[in-house]
């Protein structure tokens, strides 16, 4: 479409090609600019990810668990913001901050959206919001992937300028289906080979099976980053860059791993046309008004 940007980082190709440098920064703002040290600021340029406890202090643990239970447990079938695991539980809740004034509270958080504005240098939106309920024994994970190679190619966002912010509400044990990233994948993109499908997100978020790395890609990878295992009691609060190669096992333990999970994008950075896919996604999954959060536009 003419006046959309140029396409730095193709994917869902016919053939593969070499890994691309990443052109855009991932730390934005400065240490003045808000909550995070330096040496926090460096963290995230370096590795791509940042674990910070207590971003949920432990008065809000028991409410918040209390809300997401009552999420869960309401689901209207009918609702396709509700994704349900193969065997029919709840696995993730979109758009949560629209129906419960709690999620929308945390949002505004000081140690939430400070963070994401000095991250990305600038007023920030909330691109996806979702909470991921994993529970015990039949929680599945997600294979490994990046989240920029799914928004570039299917929401159309044009520049790595978004950050994670996933905040446990559970404990996260080593055998409980916590996160697994690559650190400092985060500065390469890694294209992938396969076209969208026609209606990918009706089933990507259940097992996403296109824009995933093939396994020689993905050995390469772990031997040059390495694999980092985020573990940590409730409350932490993990931001990760939406580049960053991350995954998850299933949960066969009794303990189920929860989380909110916020995608702050730029403001300067809004969505355009699909960069490889023939429909964008839905607004629940990419919101396509880049309005600066607010603190009163999440209670209004
Ligand atoms: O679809 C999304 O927006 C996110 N969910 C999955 C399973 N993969 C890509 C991205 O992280
Ligand atoms: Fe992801």
């Known amino acids: 479409m003419s006046g959309d940007p140029q396409d730095h980082y193709p994917t869902r190709l016919e053939h593969p090609i070499d890994p691309i440098s990443r052109i855009e920064p991932t730390v934005w703002g400065q240490e003045s600019d808000g909550p995070l040290?330096?040496?926090?600021?460096?963290?995230?340029?370096?590795?791509?990810?940042?674990?910070?406890?207590?971003?949920?202090?432990?008065?809000?643990?028991?409410?918040?668990?209390?809300?997401?239970?009552?999420?869960?447990?309401?689901a209207d079938d009918d609702d396709p913001r509700i994704v349900r695991e193969r065997q029919g539980s709840v696995r993730s809740v979109f758009e949560p901050h629209l129906f419960s004034d709690v999620i929308a509270e945390i949002v505004g958080l000081d140690t939430v959206l400070p963070v994401a504005r000095q991250l990305l240098g600038s007023d920030v939106y909330l691109h996806q919001a979702r909470v991921n309920l994993?529970?015990?024994?039949?929680?599945?994970?997600?294979?490994?992937?990046?989240?920029?190679?799914?928004?570039?190619a299917e929401d159309g966002m044009p520049m790595m300028r978004a950050v994670s912010c996933s905040i446990a509400?559970?404990?996260?044990?080593?055998?409980?289906?916590?996160?697994?990233?690559?650190?400092?994948?985060?500065?390469?993109?890694?294209?992938?080979?396969?076209?969208?499908?026609?209606?990918?997100?009706?089933?990507s978020l259940v097992r996403q099976e296109v824009g995933v790395p093939d396994q020689a890609?993905?050995?390469?990878?772990a031997s040059r980053h390495g694999i980092d295992q985020v573990t940590g009691p409730p409350g932490t609060g993990l931001w990760f860059d939406c580049n960053i190669m991350h995954g998850s096992g299933s949960n066969i333990t009794p303990f189920p791993r929860s989380n909110i999970f916020l995608v702050f994008n730029s403001v300067d950075n809004a969505l355009c046309q699909p960069f490889a896919a023939a429909e964008p996604r839905?607004?629940?999954?990419?919101?396509?008004?880049?309005?600066?959060?607010?603190?009163?536009?999440?209670?209004?």
Request: charged share 15%; net charge negative.
């Open 37 to 74: 040290s330096e040496r926090d600021l460096n963290v995230m340029a370096t590795d791509g990810y940042l674990a910070r406890p207590q971003t949920l202090g432990r008065d809000w643990l028991v409410p918040v668990g209390d809300e997401l239970a009552r999420i869960g447990g309401h």
């Open 134 to 152: 994993m529970p015990g024994f039949t929680g599945s994970g997600f294979y490994w992937h990046s989240d920029f190679e799914t928004w570039h």
């Open 169 to 203: 509400l559970t404990e996260n044990y080593p055998y409980n289906g916590s996160l697994m990233v690559m650190p400092g994948s985060h500065r390469t993109f890694y294209s992938c080979v396969g076209a969208t499908p026609d209606r990918n997100h009706t089933t």
């Open 217 to 221: 890609t993905l050995t390469a990878m």
């Open 282 to 300: 839905p607004e629940y999954l990419a919101a396509r008004t880049a309005q600066p959060f607010s603190v009163q536009s999440a209670t209004a």
